[in-house]
Nanobody, 124 residues
Framework: QVQLVESGGGLVQAGDSLRLSCAAS????????MAWFRQAPGKEREFIAA?????????YYADSVKGRFTISRDNAENTVYLQMNGLQPEDTAVYYC????????????????WGQGTQVTVSS
């Protein structure tokens, strides 16, 4: 069982940065692929970024955030981060942390564990 708690969301202006954190419980954190998703009002939840199990070096990004967002993980602290730079109004959404055993995936249905979400609002 893995429990995930996100933090770090807020209201910012276009061009600003935020760092989201996701604290995970469970002794097998470093065997899980970790990912960030987001869901804007009226839209489906979408994949943003993933960091594979064990390594924080191998990461993957959706095209919409590539070059602006960075995912990282600290297995010693059981925490995954999402550094978001150059935020734009279209980045406004609830951001979710997710975990699954083994290989990362982009599909929502592939993830076993979810946090409660943290709101990010970007004003123009």
């Amino acid at each position: 069982q893995v429990q995930l708690v996100e933090s770090g969301g807020g209201l910012v202006q276009a061009g600003d940065s935020l760092r989201l954190s996701c604290a995970a419980s469970g002794r097998t954190f470093n065997s899980y692929a970790m990912a960030w998703f987001r869901q804007a009002p009226g839209k489906e939840r979408e994949f943003i970024a993933a960091a594979i199990a064990w390594s924080g070096v191998n990461t993957y990004y959706a095209d919409s955030v590539k070059g602006r967002f960075t995912i990282s993980r600290d297995n010693a602290e059981n925490t995954v981060y999402l550094q978001m730079n150059g935020l734009q109004p279209e980045d406004t959404a609830v951001y979710y942390c997710a975990a699954k055993p083994g290989v990362w995936r982009t599909e929502v249905t592939r993830y076993n564990y979810w946090g409660q979400g943290t709101q990010v609002t970007v004003s123009s």
